[in-house]
């Protein structure tokens, strides 16, 4: 057994999350939030799963599963038994008409990409055909999933919800509308779905994990400004605040040993930093970066979201396979710093500009930054601007710097290669790529394609090579990491359960299935 | 205002004795002596204040990263990047003027111009704009403003330029009404008849009954437009950061009114402050100018 | 009244086409691009293209226009492209608690601000009257986020009267409208207060006086609905003042609105629902000015429809 | 002889001004018995309406009473509180005041108003309280009172409201029915009919009335006693027999010698001013409507005929009259001559015809043509310094050096009988009078040939009407200038009119010269007019007078339908007569 589940957990009751935002949709080719993330994740499953409130993997809808010598052909044996919600049996077809689904470019999923290593990829996108060639139903309760490629990371991809299996008849029954009444085979069924006001899962009694979920539903009520969850989660009405312990109240709880005994703290695959497009002057000279990378004093941005991150060295979150230990980077030297735009023929500074979201705390954040930069003799402007238009100036290659925060990369899957291919490989760098940076270095992205062609994704020998690749980056200083932020959360006190479930890195912010009520 | 002959027809100026009966007033005076001390402050604040604006004290959070109360070092305290308050209050000043008096002042006389045309020309130029303005109204002013500060750089001056786009429409609403109903008194035919101009009619006999409603709306309008203005840089198409300004002090940190009541409170203040100064000077100097007011209440 | 109906229903449509074609325009030249925040982070230059081809956004403008319009006529706003939902029924989910905050708004706003006003014209010239002026200073400078959480910790956390946010019974609703209605109230009892002072001055005022009628019933039967007239107008030019203040209050008390739509379509650009939310209010807006048109001649009936 | 019902004694009324008590009404005492009618005459701004004010206890706020008592069957109305006043108002002491047009509430029925005021004191029924309102508006006359409850005063005319208010004041029958000018806006006919209206009233119900005026035709009419004032003092009082026949004060006398008598500018005949080559204006089967209405297309349906194929000439040096009661039309013919409204025909002035100019010449047009409005106060813009006011014309035509202007200006004001240095003062500082005078001042300016006088001496009391009357003359004489004198009082416009145009529903009736009209009344209509003019001789009391059956019929027309046309013909010595057409 991959998990050992809680002695003391009883079943029954139901818990009630907010969320400020609506939730956009629980269409697991489609929904790509954190808030959906763990939703869909208690409504679908996929052939693959993860060990509760841990990043290791466990079959899910597979019973079991072979892998060639290769890596190149993957064959899963289904379980047995497992009914959609409707009640209607999940077989292999389904499975396959899933796979072809999300990689079909009209239903414009975001997580058509991951899927690109699948035989056949290619010519779905093209539109050339409408099913993968690379997956096929050898029985009603056999697939054969058959790569282009050798891929490490595969079997997390199985993992993510994009890789959820669908019944055919609901997704064709609703067509656009099935991100609003969807039919999977999770732990839980949606019961009621009232825009802008709540959405509440019922538990499903047929689930085919014996035992879970514990929770007679969950009520997500949405709208919620984080402060007045937090508010309503003191009064008791709250089991969860889902967008966390807001910034104005997070000294308040933490000064209160009441409540600070239910905060949950834990890592998450989360790295915040600044981006510096390596085509714009100055910071086409590696010495300019280098003397941003040294200028900034992440001790005190840290301090100034309370203390609420460590300090990062490298792209790599430190929970993250591959990460490399006691790697220094680049430390914390105003002086040393000073000297070098002056090696770059730019002693009297320059000025440039600082992109960043709109949304507390990152101007603070990027004001932080200016400060620290205007030491070394860099003049920054701000343009503090709505998500939306920092994207699009990143991709087009227009802003110099950017503060990542808000739209930072939070792992998909617990694996290295998902923090280089699009935010630091050469696939990135294109217009309209999230590379921000633009820095595009052939002989790394080598490295990196010559690292996911292992079949064992966690052989040390992989590893090695990505903790490479990231140092190799780190000498050419593209990017500025600052910290790692860590999830605070918080509980009612009738909330039960491990910690981890509260903090899971794949299930955030709760595991739904896992936790339960004492009372 | 309502002196508006050229000919000296008085030995006495008229704005000397407007001024002195100004003084008379206390209330105004108060108004004045406000409105002096900000735009003063403002002014001056370089030679006011002991830290910049701008820079992040280390002394300026405890070690949580909480910002310090007033008192002590800080005279208003600290904000959470550990910047001295009263300094970017002083700062602010300069920011909030520009907005709240010029970009304010801008949309009213924009808003005066079009509703006094509209109001006075009818046939179809009158037309034309009132249904220009009746469109404007019914466009969302925040959309407008978020779309063209994105399309333009953000800066100080396009903010202030956007403020005064979108906030004439109500003054031309209500400057028309009026406006219709002044173009109907006897006076105006009288003048008329007198051969006078358009635009003499306009602005040297309609113009000047307005004043009462202008200074209504005119220093209400100070708050709204400082409170629009950090609602743009709250929707990122505002005064950049760290550019202080009063309105974005209180929306950083509007979250924090209980954590640190100061960084909301103090701003909120200064604002109400200034809108009522200018009320309370405004108030007077239609009392003053409006020579049938005189003796009533 | 049906002609003068039929000219106004008309010039209320024009505009409509008006705000919808500038709408269309801007979004259109904004720097953003929807297409990107669909086909997310991962998606390739060839994704990319094939969610713009499928989406019509490579066609040009007046050609998306005219498509737009085309949907528009037979009630179909498109579907959002984040939530890929129908945008007409997004709304009309949260259309009805909008309208119903904006109603409890005005009603508090006329409420407090009309009350205000009238005592201060009574008290003009007195303490009181200044000390009101002050207040209504207060209301209009006061965020309406700050406002809002201050009532709501007061009466919801503190002393327990209302529900902390939500939406249902009219318990709900009252700490939200008065949130929204507060910075109107402010207005309103300015302009209220010169109405009033102006309509006791007037020479009906002094014979109803002479007929020896109470003094409330001079107020409130002949100075009232007289001083009242200039501000029916208002309540017009309000309904679009409002359209700020939801997203603000909405967010607060977690009140089910088309504000918090907006807000959240506006940061990520998604184009069909700013359009529709845009549609509706300015529909809103133009419904709330025809609305006061049509009232005003029922209160003053000098006034004709024409 | 009984007790006096209202008896004042040593009144004095003073105003705060400043810091300073100024009396506005010193010393006063008068005696009124039931049944009675004591008219209080006396020049704009004697105290009258602060008088009368006191009565009622509704003195403006910095106004008050300061000594004295006012006994209204023994309880002195000086001391009682707001409290105990209001109970008496409307019951006990009623009053009617001078403008009709402003003094209902807009926004109530008539029925609303009327019943409230019943209902203010009397426990009635919702329904008993409209009985007794609907016999007060049968009481005072007015047709179809049931329908009338319904209506809103802007759905009334000036005379209908004034019978409103009336009605409303007599609903309770109080003992005092204080008037305060309760004709002065209204036209003769209509006057004529109020004044009637009062007497039977009186009569019947045996209510005591204090009827201000600053007529003395009005006084001579209705009044027993007559109580004469001047600057806030009595300074006559007696039977009104006694005061016209022997005025003792010199004020009376001449209050009396300036009123305008019919027939007596008969025995001024002068010349008539020549023909000349070129009339100063002339107008040409002119016509002005307005359109009013909507269909759905927004296009109008109804058309008011306001003035129809008018024709006439005014001669250099002539005062050409035009007279006609309220809403004929007089009105808009002159603003058709001056410019203001748009007309159909042709209209020369000075041989120009107006329809051809251009922006620049129309301008130039103004200096040949001023006007004079009917009411200075709503004539001169509140905020402007009158000095500047009447600068203002010779600012527009960029006339002189500012030192120059304002040589001309003070000299314009001492013409008008003004001094220099009242030119620094707002216009809500001047009387009534003095105000006119500025306006007269400021059409004068520009050294017109014609000045249209609309109305301009009709709301001024008898001495300075006479005063601004003479002023005219003198003017004419001085300058040359031609008048166009509008008015509905056929008395004043004997005196002063060379030829003149009698109107009736946009279209003129009749025509000719004084003597022709005043002496040979052709049309009813003239005879209706001069039937109505009130004559300043008690001794002629109780002459009869032909109400006409109704309302005047409606300049209002649906389009297309075009109004009927009145044809005129000359009965000899250009004396126009219009034959009403079947
Ligand atoms: N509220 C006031 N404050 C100061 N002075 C006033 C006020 N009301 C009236 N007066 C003055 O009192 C005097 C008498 O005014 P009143 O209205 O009684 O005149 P009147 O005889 O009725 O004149 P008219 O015939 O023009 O109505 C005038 O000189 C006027 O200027
Ligand atoms: N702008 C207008 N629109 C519609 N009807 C009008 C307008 N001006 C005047 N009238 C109408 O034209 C007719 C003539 O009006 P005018 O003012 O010329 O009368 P008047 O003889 O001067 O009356 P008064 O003695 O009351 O001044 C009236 O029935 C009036 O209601
Ligand atoms: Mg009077
Ligand atoms: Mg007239």
Redesign the interface.
Known sequence: QDYTPDPAATPGGTITVTYKDDVATLDPAIGYDWQNWSMIKSLFDGLMDYVPGTTELRPGLAESYEVSEDGTVFTFALRQGVTFHNGREMTAEDVKYSLDRVTNPETQSPGAGFFASIAGYDAVTAGEADSLSGVEVVDPLTIRITLSRPDATFLHVMALNFASVVPQEVVEEFGADFGTNPVGTGAFTLAEWTIGQRVVFEKNADYWRDGVPYLDGVTFEVGQEPIVALLRLQQGEVDVPGDGIPPAKFQEVMDDPDQAARVVEGGQLHTGYITLNVNTPPFDQLAVREAVNMAINKDRIIQVINGRAVPATQPLPPSMPGYTEGFAGFPYDVEGAKAKPAEAGLADGFTTELYVMNTDPNPRIAQAIQQDLSQIGIEVEIRSLAQANVIEAGGAGEAPMIWSGGMAWIADFPDPSNFYGPILGCAGAGDGGWNWSKFCDEAIDATATEADSFVDPASPERLELWSQVYQDVMAQAPWVPVFNEQRYTMKSARMGGADALYVDPVSIPVNYDYVFVTE | MADTSPIPLHAPAAPAGVLRRLMRRKLALFGLAIIVAVVGGAILAPWIVRYGPNEQLFDGLTLQGAPMPPGGDFLLGTDLLGRDLFARMLYGARTSLIIGVVANGAALIIGTLVGLTAGFLRGWVGAVLMRFTDLMMAFPALLLAICLAAIFQPSLWIVAMVIALVNWVQTARVVYTETTSLAEREFIAAERTLGASGSRILFRHILPHLVPTLIVWGTLGISVTVLLEATLSFLGVGVQPPTPSWGNIIFENQTYFQAAPWLVFIPGAAILLLALAFNLVGDALRDVLDPTQRGRD | M???L??RVF?AL???L??SF??FV??Y??????V?????????????E??RQ?LGLDQPLLVQYARYLAGLVQGDMG?SY?????VS??IT??LP?SLLLMAGGIVCELLIGLTLGVIAAIF??RPLD?GL??TS??A????Q??VG??L??VFA?QLGWFP????GTAAHLVLPAVTLGIMGS??YS??MR?SM?EVLR???I?????????RS?ILF??AL??AI??II??IG?DI??F??GL?VV????????IG??AW?A????DIPV?MG??MV??TA??LG?LLADIVTPF????IKM? | MSEPLLSVRGLTVSVRDRGVLRPLVSDLSFDLRAGEVLAIAGESGSGKSITSLALMGLLPNNVAVTSGQMLLDGTDLARLSEGQMRPLRGSRVAMIFQEPMTSLNPVQTIGTQLTEAVRAHQLLSRKAARVAAIQALRQVRIPEPDRRMGQYPHELSGGMRQRVMIAMALALRPALLIADEPTTALDVTVQREVLDLLRDLQAQTGTAIILITHDMGVVAETADHVVIMQAGRKVEDGTTPQVFAAPRAPYTRDLLAAVPRLGAGAERAAPLPPEAAVPVARLTDTSVHFDIGANFLGRPTHRVHAAVGVSFDIRPGETFGLVGESGCGKSTIAKALAGLVPHQGRIDVAGQTLSDLGAQARKDICRDIQMVFQDPMAALDPRMKVGDAVAEPLVIHGIGSPAERRARTEDLFRRVGLTPDQMARYPHEFSGGQRQRICVARALALRPRLIICDESVSALDVSVQARVLALLQELKTDFGVSYLFISHDMAVVENIVDRLAVMYLGQIVEMGTRDQIFGNPQHPYTQRLLDAVPIPDPTRKGRPYLRPAGEPPSPVRRIGDPAIRVALTDIGGGHLVGLAQA
Not at chain 3, 250 to 257: A, K
Request: a positive charge.
């Open positions: 049906a002609g003068y039929c000219r010039a024009m505009i409509l008006g705000v500038i709408t801007l979004l030249v904004l720097p953003a691009d929807p990107r925040q669909i086909a997310g982070r991962s998606a390739t230059a060839q994704t990319v094939n969610i499928q579907r984040l939530q890929r939902t129908e029924s997004l989910a949260r608690a003009r010239g200044q002026m002050v200073f207060v209009v400078s006061a965020p986020f700050v959480l201050l709501l910790y956390v902390i946010g939500g939406y402010g207005w300015r302009m010169s002072i007037q020479d009906y002094r014979t109803a006086r002479a007929k020896g009628l109470t019933r039967r002949h609905p007289n007239l200039p107008a208002m030019i679009g003042i359209m700020g997203v909405e967010s607060v008390f977690g009140w089910p609105g918090q739509l959240q506006i940061q990520r650009v700013i939310v845009t209010s300015a807006i133009v000015n209160i003053d009936p000098r024409r």
